[in-house]
């Protein structure tokens, strides 16, 4: 079903969020619909009035609303409409937000260097895709966070660190949480990344737990007990089907 309505669209995902009041709720319905009907616009252009301004502000600074929950609502949403596709594409990436207000302070570095003065933060989405209709579904994961200073540190400092604790570890979770969430479904989705994700250990789990998935090639590996590497292997693979 595609909603073209913003107000029923931030109904449609959002109006399970259980933030413990359901003022708060309400709340989170009018911003969601707000903001999607004046898309790239600020909180203040697109809540129309001072009372509306004012309440968005409140909620965004209630220490009692928390991100996740939203989220949570809003990922869980989408169970009907996975449920119905035989294929679903799990489309993943990594987006860098910089900003330049006061507010830089308390976010990370989004440079490759601690020295950089780009701050801000990072977000590892998964857009879930029906193969067949090639119908936008909506999010299937998200994982945020701020570079912390004490996480940059030689190559030598990241080669002695537990995997869980890299960032190289957003894909393995995102896998998780997606066979968490849509477990009936996980044999219907294909998770599909870039290179960055060409890595023994995320490769290992997908394979172990009998997921779907398409990595970009990155290293030239060794993938069988032959010890024939992974372009020659595939141009011997199209050779034999392809003749």
Same mark, same amino acid.
């Given at each position: 079903?595609?909603?073209?309505?913003?107000?029923?669209?931030?109904?449609?995902?959002?109006? %399970?969020?259980?933030?413990?009041?359901?003022?708060? &709720?309400?709340?989170?319905? !009018?911003?969601?619909?707000?903001?999607?009907?004046?898309?790239?616009?600020?909180?203040?252009?697109?809540?129309?009035?001072?009372?509306?301004? @004012?309440?968005?502000?409140?909620?965004?600074? *209630?220490?009692?609303?928390?991100?996740? *929950?939203?989220?949570?609502?809003?990922?869980?949403?989408?169970?009907?409409?996975?449920?119905?596709? *035989?294929?679903?594409?799990?489309? +993943?990436?990594?987006? &860098?937000?910089?900003? $330049? %207000? *006061?507010? &830089? !302070?308390?976010?990370? %570095?989004?440079?490759?260097?601690?020295?950089?003065?780009? !701050?801000?933060?990072?977000?590892?989405?998964?857009?879930?895709?029906?193969?067949?209709?090639?119908?936008?579904?909506?999010?299937?994961?998200?994982?945020?966070?701020?570079? =912390?200073?004490?996480?940059?540190?030689?190559?030598?400092?990241? =080669?002695? $660190?537990?995997?869980?604790?890299? +960032?190289?570890? =957003?894909?393995?979770?995102?896998?998780? @949480?997606?066979?968490?969430?849509?477990?009936?479904?996980?044999?219907?989705?294909?998770?599909?990344?870039?290179?960055?994700?060409?890595?023994? @250990?995320?490769?290992?789990?997908?394979?172990?737990?009998?997921?779907?998935?398409?990595? !970009?090639?990155? %290293?030239? $590996?060794?993938?069988?007990?032959?010890?024939?590497?992974?372009?020659?292997?595939? @141009?011997?693979?199209?050779?034999?089907?392809?003749?």
């Amino acid at each position: 079903m595609l909603i073209k309505d913003t107000e029923q669209w931030a109904n449609h995902l959002f109006k %399970h969020a259980e933030l413990g009041d359901e003022r708060r &709720t309400k709340r989170l319905l !009018k911003i969601s619909h707000q903001m999607a009907s004046n898309t790239g616009s600020s909180i203040v252009k697109a809540s129309g009035s001072q009372a509306s301004i @004012e309440g968005a502000y409140r909620f965004l600074r *209630n220490d009692k609303v928390d991100a996740d *929950n939203i989220a949570t609502a809003g990922l869980i949403s989408l169970l009907p409409a996975i449920t119905l596709s *035989n294929t679903i594409l799990a489309l +993943e990436d990594t987006s &860098t937000l910089c900003y $330049r %207000h *006061n507010v &830089t !302070k308390e976010l990370g %570095h989004t440079g490759a260097y601690k020295q950089s003065s780009s !701050k801000g933060m990072l977000a590892h989405t998964v857009l879930m895709v029906d193969a067949e209709t090639e119908r936008t579904i909506g999010l299937g994961a998200q994982h945020r966070w701020c570079r =912390k200073d004490e996480n940059f540190g030689t190559a030598n400092d990241r =080669k002695r $660190r537990k995997y869980e604790t890299k +960032e190289s570890y =957003k894909w393995q979770r995102s896998s998780e @949480e997606m066979s968490t969430r849509f477990a009936d479904v996980m044999d219907n989705i294909i998770s599909v990344c870039d290179r960055e994700s060409d890595m023994f @250990e995320y490769i290992d789990y997908k394979t172990v737990n009998n997921q779907r998935f398409v990595v !970009k090639a990155k %290293h030239e $590996r060794v993938v069988n007990a032959d010890g024939d590497k992974l372009s020659p292997y595939i @141009e011997n693979q199209r050779s034999f089907i392809f003749g």
